[in-house]
């Protein structure tokens, strides 16, 4: 069979401003080419479309033109909730084209809502729930559909049918490296976020499955609650065939939980450290996760930054919506990371329920005394499959616009924020209070030699970066 996987463009920024998100940071889309990979390990002739991708046309029409081009049998979508529309508009191009070809759509939007997609979304013939690659190779095998466990469809009547989710893949390892070779301009079309490296080019990976946490906010509907994750000869073999067959240096490696298995990570360091590839890393820790001798070990292996989901600055909030977690236990982490002589990147999350300009005040205030090298303030986004949705309409207004639903935009303003417009309002005012931070900004300056690589991209993009800067002036929206 052949076989097309899309990743649409999606609605990725805020209305009315240049979209620069593919500029700033491209990264690969991971799930879609493991299933890539496991699809061509079954026999198929596989291509991936990402429409995000270096030199991608700008249109649905043009891509529609250019994924037919390939005369696939069947074409799959891996989509967000604000990639979901975009996704679909491309797809009804293509079966407007091409009838006959057998559409697909999967991601954590579809596996959170589920068969009622196909209620709505006619051009769309199955949805896959959950892991893609086991349902993906029972579909494609010519299995009927309603055999195809994790599968979606419609009955003879026409009627939305949801079988059975398919078992978890019990041992990650059996799977094929992600087929990164599919990607047109890897490595060096793909890019990641300015002055979190050092040595180019870069690349992501994923080394786990699943977490065991159930923060307020997110969305388990693909992985679910269970751990699961690759060995540590897995990972460095992961690693080594990107540094060796494309030359990749830094990689950024996005587990939610990636050292919750201290045995596993301290055997991966002692690979690192015993046959050096020459790389750095960057990975994401949590907080109790993360003891001396394993920061010691992360950094002789090599790893630069290690980003913590800190959330906010107000304890209340905390317990709400990280329970488990707690603000000394992150300032002592934090230090003990930076003691280590690694960077130390704070991820924050504004606008949640309960939030409101003390608390803001309260986060703002956090994240400047903890001293960290870096940090990222997303735009809390209710998300249909998260523990917070149950309660979302009753703890403020929501604007239910899945193309503005990337934690880039405020849909979602907490009762005890008066408006929209507040909320923007403080959230430029803080996030530009951290980087205009002298205390900050002598860090920054210290390195800047180091990161002369993201500096060049900067200065030769810099229409771009100023256009989005100014999203952020007292005035932006």
Not at 3 to 15: E, F, K, R, T, Y
Not at 32 to 50: M, N, P, R, T
Not at 184 to 192: E, Q
């Given at each position: 069979?052949r076989?097309?996987?899309?990743?649409?463009?999606?609605?990725?920024?805020?209305?009315g401003?240049?979209?620069?998100?593919?500029?700033?940071?491209?990264?690969?889309?991971?799930g879609?080419?493991?299933?890539?990979?496991?699809?061509?390990?079954?026999?198929?002739?596989?291509?991936?479309?990402?429409c995000?991708?270096?030199?991608?046309?700008?249109?649905?029409?043009?891509?529609?033109?250019?994924?037919?081009?390939?005369?696939?049998?069947?074409?799959?979508?891996?989509?967000?909730?604000?990639?979901?529309?975009?996704?679909?508009?491309?797809?009804?191009?293509?079966?407007?084209?091409?009838?006959?070809?057998?559409?697909?759509?999967?991601?954590?939007h579809?596996?959170?809502?589920?068969?009622?997609?196909?209620?709505?979304?006619?051009?769309?013939?199955?949805l896959?729930?959950?892991?893609?690659?086991p349902a993906?190779?029972?579909?494609?095998?010519?299995?009927?559909?309603?055999?195809?466990?994790?599968?979606?469809?419609?009955?003879?009547?026409?009627?939305?049918?949801?079988?059975?989710?398919?078992?978890?893949?019990?041992?990650?390892?059996?799977l094929?490296?992600?087929?990164?070779?599919?990607l047109?301009?890897?490595?060096?079309?793909?890019?990641?976020p300015?002055?979190?490296?050092?040595?180019?080019?870069?690349?992501?990976?994923?080394?786990s499955?699943?977490c065991?946490?159930?923060?307020?906010?997110?969305?388990?509907?693909?992985?679910?609650?269970?751990?699961?994750?690759?060995?540590?000869?897995y990972v460095?073999?992961?690693?080594r065939y990107?540094?060796?067959?494309?030359?990749?240096?830094?990689?950024?490696?996005?587990?939610?939980?990636?050292?919750?298995?201290?045995?596993?990570?301290?055997?991966?360091?002692?690979?690192?450290?015993?046959?050096?590839?020459g790389?750095?890393?960057?990975?994401?820790?949590?907080?109790?996760?993360?003891d001396?001798?394993?920061?010691?070990?992360?950094?002789?292996a090599?790893?630069?930054?290690?980003?913590?989901?800190?959330?906010?600055?107000?304890?209340?909030?905390?317990?709400?919506?990280?329970?488990?977690?707690?603000?000394?236990?992150?300032?002592?982490?934090i230090?003990?990371?930076?003691?280590?002589?690694?960077?130390?990147?704070?991820?924050f999350?504004?606008?949640?329920p309960?939030?409101?300009?003390?608390?803001?005040?309260?986060?703002?205030?956090?994240?400047?005394?903890?001293?960290?090298?870096?940090?990222?303030m997303?735009?809390?986004?209710p998300?249909?499959?998260?523990?917070?949705?149950?309660n979302?309409?009753?703890?403020?207004?929501?604007?239910?616009?899945?193309r503005?639903?990337?934690?880039?935009?405020?849909?979602?303003?907490?009762?005890?924020?008066?408006?929209?417009e507040?909320?923007?309002?403080?959230?430029?005012?803080?996030?530009k209070?951290?980087?205009?931070d002298?205390?900050?900004?002598?860090?920054?300056?210290?390195?800047?030699?180091?990161?002369?690589?993201?500096l060049?991209?900067?200065?030769?993009h810099?229409?771009?970066?100023?256009?989005?800067?100014?999203?952020f002036?007292?005035?932006?929206?």
């Open positions: 069979m076989i097309v996987l899309v990743h649409p463009a999606g609605s990725n920024w805020v209305p401003k240049k979209d620069i998100t593919a500029t700033a940071n491209r990264m690969a889309p991971l879609l080419i493991s299933v890539a990979a496991y699809l061509e390990q079954q026999g198929h002739v596989v291509f991936v479309y990402d995000l991708g270096p030199n991608a046309p700008k249109t649905n029409a043009m891509n529609a033109r250019l994924i037919l081009n390939h005369h696939p049998d069947l074409v799959g979508f891996s989509a967000t909730t604000s990639g979901f529309l975009d996704g679909y508009e491309l797809c009804k191009r293509i079966k407007d084209a091409q009838p006959k070809i057998c559409t697909v759509f999967g991601g954590v579809v596996s959170a809502m589920g068969a009622q997609l196909l209620d709505r979304f006619q051009a769309i013939d199955y896959i729930m959950g892991e893609g690659e993906m190779a029972e579909l494609t095998s010519g299995r009927a559909p309603d055999t195809v466990t994790g599968l979606c469809y419609r009955d003879a009547a026409g009627r939305s049918i949801a079988n059975p989710a398919h078992a978890q893949i019990e041992n990650l390892d059996d094929p490296f992600p087929a990164y070779e599919k047109a301009g890897f490595p060096k079309g793909y890019h990641l300015l002055f979190s490296y050092i040595l180019a080019p870069g690349a992501t990976m994923v080394t499955r699943g065991p946490y159930q923060c307020s906010f997110c969305d388990r509907s693909v992985f679910k609650n269970r751990y699961r994750y690759n060995s540590a000869e460095y073999q992961h690693l990107l540094n060796v067959r494309f030359g990749v240096r830094h990689v950024n490696i996005y587990d939610d939980l990636f050292t919750a298995h201290r045995r596993r990570i301290a055997e991966l360091c002692g690979l690192l450290m015993d046959r050096p590839l790389m750095q890393l960057n990975c994401a820790v949590r907080a109790g996760h993360c001396d001798e394993l920061l010691s070990m992360l950094k002789s090599g790893f630069l930054q290690l980003s913590i989901g800190i959330e906010t600055g107000d304890p209340d909030l905390m317990e709400a919506h990280k329970p488990g977690v707690h603000l000394q236990e992150i300032r002592d982490t230090r003990r990371i930076q003691a280590k002589g690694l960077r130390a990147k704070g991820l999350m504004m606008g949640l309960g939030e409101t300009a003390k608390t803001i005040q309260k986060t703002s205030d956090f994240a400047l005394s903890l001293g960290l090298d870096d940090m990222n997303s735009k809390f986004t998300f249909y499959g998260a523990p917070v949705w149950d979302i309409f009753e703890e403020g207004t929501f604007e239910y616009d899945w503005k639903m990337n934690c880039l935009n405020f849909v979602f303003v907490p009762r005890g924020i008066d408006s929209k507040t909320l923007d309002e403080l959230y430029n005012r803080h996030v209070r951290f980087y205009t002298p205390g900050w900004r002598r860090k920054f300056r210290r390195r800047i030699w180091e990161h002369r690589r993201s060049w991209y900067f200065v030769r810099l229409p771009s970066f100023l256009s989005a800067m100014r999203t002036e007292p005035d932006g929206n």
